[in-house]
């Protein structure tokens, strides 16, 4: 019997006519009718076709020998493309539904890319509370190059209606968003973009394509930091880009060979690794996020909790109408209205560690005011409601129990309960 999975090349015949393999393209077809695990253990990936390593080799190599000047198999230069790196992305495209992925040095390499491909005078519409490189990017490299930036609540339809205009390119949107967890209906967003031709992109970097493939909702381009939750073992930093435009994918492609933000091999290998627990993992992260939001919720030194599983959120309904499930993110306010219990509290905890990033296997915990959000000016920061005292979670795949105790002690001991 065969041992390898169905799709796998069949081992050589001794002598005899070479059996009939599977193409890429059955491959393909049965891969899109997968469940998400299997699609995250094996679509996209193909054994070595030299040595049959079931594992993606490391092609830890700049070049690669032509037959005759202009006649390679694919490969001439590793900044254009690495085997490593092409089976990563066509991994990470299938996990988003994707026919076209591809992978950039880090999310804001990736997120360069996209806006890159704009001119001066060209607007775009943006979120109002945006991971704050987007924001710098946009502001501080973008906007002195006559890009115009416009940054709404997108959860109203109204306000993002009342910034189009014809010089409108592009909608940018996360969802859930960060800090904040507001929730952007991408169906209805996307329904907008294509009334007026312009582009819907998402990062959908806090959800991950387990629980959001925002493509199938009717997004054009779809963006993850792949440091986050793809990788998950926060050892990486990447950024991911998918689309089922080809003429979109093949202008991105030539901005990443032009503009140089190829992620390595070693990296592309990482994350191939990791992605194969992905769906493992976010389960456990929500699990243990509904956990944490709920204690939280109830505890008395806490007065408010930002997490889109709650019923009463006002993105609730939205989010899991597109959404699996709601994620291990999680912000939430203490009964202190100074920036230094809070600021304390974060210092406290024993197994949540204190640093910036998210969606690793290990807990974190984070004051966006003076971490991730640092680059946002205070008036506009305070404006879209990340307040000074704001804290936030990434809560990871440890028992939820020594989670709660943890957040329990440092928060009694910052308020002095
Ligand atoms: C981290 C992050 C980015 C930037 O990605 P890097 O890999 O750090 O460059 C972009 N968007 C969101 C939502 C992020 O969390």
């Known amino acids: 019997m065969n041992r390898y999975p169905q799709f796998c090349p069949q081992p050589p015949h001794k002598g005899g006519a070479a059996p009939s393999t599977k193409s890429k393209e059955d491959h393909e077809n049965s891969s899109s ?47 254009g493309k690495n085997p490593t790196r092409s089976q ?47 924001y710098r990017l946009f502001m ?5 190059m006559g890009m115009v930036f416009h940054f709404v609540d997108l959860s109203d339809e109204g306000a993002v209606k009342s910034c189009l205009n014809e010089k409108t390119k592009m909608i940018w949107t996360e969802t859930p968003t960060n800090p904040l967890m507001k929730v952007a209906d991408i169906r209805a967003l996307s329904m907008i973009a294509k009334a007026h031709g312009v582009m819907l992109a998402v990062d959908n ?8 493939n925002p493509l199938d ?58 992605i194969k627990t992905l769906h493992l993992r976010m389960k456990a992260h929500c699990e243990n996020g509904r956990k944490v939001a709920y204690f939280l919720q109830q505890h008395p030194g806490v007065s408010k909790v930002y997490w889109p599983g709650f019923p009463e959120h006002p993105g609730h309904a939205i989010a899991q109408a ?10 939430f306010e203490l009964k ?36 991730t959000h640092a680059s946002i000016p205070r008036p506009q920061r305070l404006a879209s409601g990340v307040s000074d005292t704001l804290l936030r979670l990434s809560v990871g795949i440890e028992g939820a129990d020594d989670l709660i105790m943890d957040l329990d002690q440092a928060i009694r001991r910052a308020l002095g309960l």
Request: charged share 15%; proline share 5%; hydrophobic share 40%.
């Open 33 to 79: 009718r997968w469940d998400f695990g299997t699609k995250a253990v094996h679509a996209g990936i193909f054994p070595d076709p030299s040595t049959g390593a079931i594992m993606t080799p490391i092609f830890q190599t700049s070049t690669y020998v032509q037959e005759y000047p202009g006649q390679h198999k694919g490969y001439a230069y590793a900044r």
């Open 88 to 134: 990563l992305e066509s991994a990470l495209a299938a996990l988003e539904n994707a026919q076209h992925g591809l992978c950039f040095s880090s999310g804001m390499g990736a997120i360069d890319a996209v806006i890159k491909r704009l001119r001066p005078g060209d607007e775009v519409i943006c979120g109002d509370d945006l991971y704050g490189g987007s």
């Open 140 to 144: 501080r490299l973008y906007e002195p």
């Open 205 to 212: 970097t806090f959800a991950s394509p387990y629980l959001q």
């Open 217 to 274: 909702l009717g997004a054009d381009l779809v963006m993850h930091s792949a440091t986050k939750y793809l990788g998950g073992h926060s050892d990486v930093v990447m950024g991911f880009l998918a689309t089922n435009n080809s003429a979109l994918h093949e202008e991105l492609a030539f901005i990443l060979n032009s503009s140089g933000a190829n992620p390595g091999p070693m990296d592309c290998y990482l994350v191939l690794r990791g």
């Open 322 to 331: 597109q959404m699996k499930d709601f994620g291990g993110m999680i912000s």
């Open 336 to 371: 202190s209205d100074q920036e230094e219990v809070a600021m304390r509290m974060a210092s406290y905890t024993k197994v949540f560690a204190l640093a910036e990033s998210l969606g690793g296997v290990e807990s974190l915990i984070g004051h966006p005011a003076s971490m």
